[in-house]
């Protein structure tokens, strides 16, 4: 095996155990150990998990004083506001909880801000603007956790805020009328990994029992379920585990999308040319980067009002300036990928011994995040891009690797900065352009640990003989989805695989036929940093699936890394 191959360890007693109680394979009893399962009930609760094994909203931290709060608004007609981020997270925070409080008449209104104008969280100036609109509440939505002075001077205003957020608070918190955070140090609710969309959820589910309570509702009440489709898109496009809480919400509600009800959401798959199931790869990858491109290039507005549309053309015509907006950050991102290489390849010194960090005047500050990620990618270093601004002050976006904290590293530059935060994998900060160089230095030396640290690790779940993949353990493996972040497809090993025969193409993939046995097997590797021709009989790693196309299905296996 390679080295930066790295096989989890079997649990043989548990295994079969679980395989036999559940009826399922040991192979797919092995992957529920390795993605932290301990016994028959988390493995029952894991594949068969529904709404109702939902935790209780009311076990988040100031959840009654919210609601008491929002009551209170609406029996005296106040106008309220949503103030929701410009992120997939803050755009379907915000319309989630607009389209409910709709649903109640009350008189509700949103803001999201401009990334580039006012930056991110809330800011006084349009926390202003919403108190002489006569606005009295204000419901943050992903952000607010740390707008200490910003909640103190909106009280001055006549202005109450309730503070909805999911990132970690700092030692001060906002002396709001409630702060709803799971990762608070005394709450109580369980699912900590929730995104902001998913605090706005619990806060509805509570509103809408309070309210039910109190005989609210005469002629029916709403349906949340319908809501999922945007709890769903906030929660995978935010990098969230799709583990525990996130599980169930993720995967109640692409259910929810092969059909939406929703038209801003069928707009939008028919703009991103989603034709069939919707998976949490479409979420990831198609629907949220269109969202994301709004408040990146602009402001998030159309992507908020795509989400509240109640009319189909017009729904339509807002996925159409989404799917341009995206194009144009496609087109921006490629450009500066471009200008970031030959920086690198031109000047090797600007490659550290442990990071990369590069600047430019030229550069787009909503972009060079996902710039980052591409670096990060191609030179396997914890990155940092820095867009200067026409003030002097550069805005910079960091990445990492797995096992490499960049926010920690961050952590022992803070005195060059302006304001920083962030987590282990993906960071922010502000600097002064004078002082980029200093930090180039300190931020390498920072991340001083041994290389094999750096070397990308590819995970394998389990060891197997090539003839034992089978349609059934792909159908099982099925029911392990939504898959990604903390619970990735299964990635399997087989080893002296023989190769049949093989072909490269666009240049960068490889098809091949692999046979172990009688049993013959497509396979293709995409994306191979080398093409090259394979040896006659390889160790491969691969994720087992179903190609589907012109009314087949068939098993292939998508390639992770091959040895010999």
Known sequence: MKNNWILEKENLKLRDKLAKSLQIS???????????????????????????????????????????????????NERI????????????S????????????????????????????????????????????????DCGITAVREVEQAKELG???????????????????????????????????????????????????????EGFFKNGEPNLGDYLDLVALGTVADCAPLLDVNRILVKEGIKRMQSPKRLG?????????????????????????????????????????????????????LAKGLNKENANRQGTEAEIIKEAISLLESNPALIGTNSIVLASRSWHPGIIGI?????????????????????GVGKGSGRSLEGVNIYAALSECRELFLQFGGHELAAGLSIREEDIEKFRGMFDKAL?????????????????????VTDSLISEFEMLAPFGIGNPEPVLLSEKVEVVSQRIFKDKHLGFKVRKGTKLFEAIWFNMKEPSTLPDKVDMVFIPEFNQWNGNKEIRLRVRDVSW
Do not use: W
């Open 26 to 76: 040991p192979v797919t009893a092995q992957v529920l150990i390795n993605r932290g399962i301990e016994n028959e009930t988390e493995a029952n609760l894991f594949l068969n998990c529904t709404l109702f094994d939902l935790p209780s909203p009311y076990l988040m931290k100031g959840m009654d004083k919210a609601i008491e709060r929002i009551k209170k608004a609406l029996e005296n």
């Open 81 to 92: 506001a949503i103030y929701g981020d410009y992120d997939v997270d803050g755009v379907t």
């Open 94 to 141: 915000t319309a989630l909880l607009y389209n409910f409080m709709k649903t109640l008449e009350a008189n509700v209104t949103y803001y999201n801000p401009d990334r580039l104008k006012e930056g991110y969280g809330i800011n006084i100036d349009a926390v202003k603007k919403l108190a002489g609109e006569k606005v009295s509440l204000i419901i943050s939505g």
């Open 159 to 213: 202005v109450d805020f309730i503070v909805t957020d999911h990132h970690k608070p700092p030692q001060e918190l906002p002396e709001a009328v409630s702060v709803l955070n799971p990762k608070l140090s005394d709450c109580k609710y369980p699912g900590k990994e929730i995104v902001g969309v998913g605090v706005i959820f619990n806060l509805v589910i509570a509103l809408r029992r309070a309210l039910r309570d």
């Open 265 to 317: 959401v069928q707009a939008l798959k028919e703009a991103s040319s989603i034709k069939g199931e919707v998976t949490s790869y479409d979420l990831g990858f198609k629907l949220g980067p269109r969202i994301n491109a709004s408040g990146r290039m602009s402001t998030a507005d159309n992507a908020v009002k795509l989400f509240i549309s109640d009319n189909l053309e017009h729904a339509r015509e």
């Open 371 to 391: 710039v980052a990620s591409r670096i990060v990618e191609r030179y396997e270093k914890p990155t940092m891009l820095i867009a200067i601004g026409e003030n």
């Open 448 to 468: 001083e640990n041994p290389e094999e640290q750096y070397e990308k690790k590819l995970r394998i779940d389990c060891s197997v003989e090539l003839d034992s």
